[in-house]
């Protein structure tokens, strides 16, 4: 099968996640005889250079005009002969358009998020962390003030967003089944024929040896330093309450983003000791490979690479329960730790009984590896494979 991959940047294996993850499972399909097509559909200008391992990296412009889109929408469906389309941004026009012109080819639109996310917990604590644009403060007020009409109106769109999705899609892809009741209690039974869940599959091909010591008293945080999802501010106080009892310990936050200098800023006012701020990093495995710990603290997720990332280099996780697939890739106590959502001091208590407890890591680290062989990119290939037969059938 030729299967197109819609994203709206340009597919690599070194960027964001959606990206690596569509790279590495293009690379495995093709082990099975199977080829990528990758088209970027942005106004943004882009280097072309592609990754050693990319075949095809097609680029089309949303400001052309609606008939040369169609044109070279429908010169790439018939020139690369397109069995399946996969979007893995919800692009819905483009994937309209498509589905327009060719009926028979199956059209898949992936939703890479925790559906439903800004509600309860999630969207009061994502009222404190809205960006300082006008937009942003906005919302955030109208957040505090008139918080039932925000949430109201917030699941109102959300659920006719939702419901054109499924108009649009053969079927809608989300990234674990636990997501599924989620799903269900917003939109109703209706939808289940529409929905199914494929893993996000693991990034790197080669994992921890079981006898390796390289391990050093590092925690560790790995992410886009964005506290609207990721909180990463509640990594700081748990790093600030344990830091002045564990000298021997120290903190890495590798990532950048819109709040990294307000994180920089909260460790100098807090005069806070072993912290590094590393930055954006090509390489992330060999940070796994030396940390002990690895913290998560997201407001949501969707199926968050940096847990089986963790997992794969023995680097322990220990994650809020603030979605639902993080049960999908920790199993507590045993290859890592899963503490209440947004409670600060659960997760600073558990992070020192595992300092605390030596073996304890060390069990659960040599547990890592093994446990998201489920995860693999030909098993996670092998249900793509068989999603798309199932459609064309």
Known sequence: MNILFLFNRPITAYSGGVERVTSILARHLADKGHKAVYLCYSDEYFSEQKDDFEDVQLFLRPYDSEQSRLEQLKGIIDGYKIDAVVDQVMMIDLSRAIKKMYPSIPVIGVYHSQPFAYYGKERKLMVNYYPTSVKGKIFRWAGILLPVITRLSYNGSYRKSFEET?????????LSDSFIPRVKAHMGDAVCGKLIAINNPNT?????????????????MVGRVYNLSKNMLDFMRMWRALA????????????????????KRYSSKHRMERIEFAGMQKDVSKYYEKASILCQTSIFEGWPMVLVE????????????????????????VNGCVVPRFDVDALTAKIQSLIDNPQVLKTMRLEGPQSIEQFGGDVIADKWIETIKEIKE
């Open 244 to 263: 002045p009892k564990n000298p021997q310990w120290r903190a890495v936050i590798v990532g950048d983003g819109p709040d990294l200098e307000r994180l």
């Open 310 to 333: 963790a997992l794969g280099k023995g680097c322990v996780p220990v994650a809020y329960d603030s979605f639902e697939a993080v049960h999908d890739i920790i199993t507590d106590g």
């Open 166 to 174: 499924l108009a649009c899609y053969d079927r809608v892809c989300l």
């Open 204 to 220: 790197f091909d080669s994992v921890a040896d079981a006898n390796d010591t390289k391990k050093e008293k590092i925690i560790l």
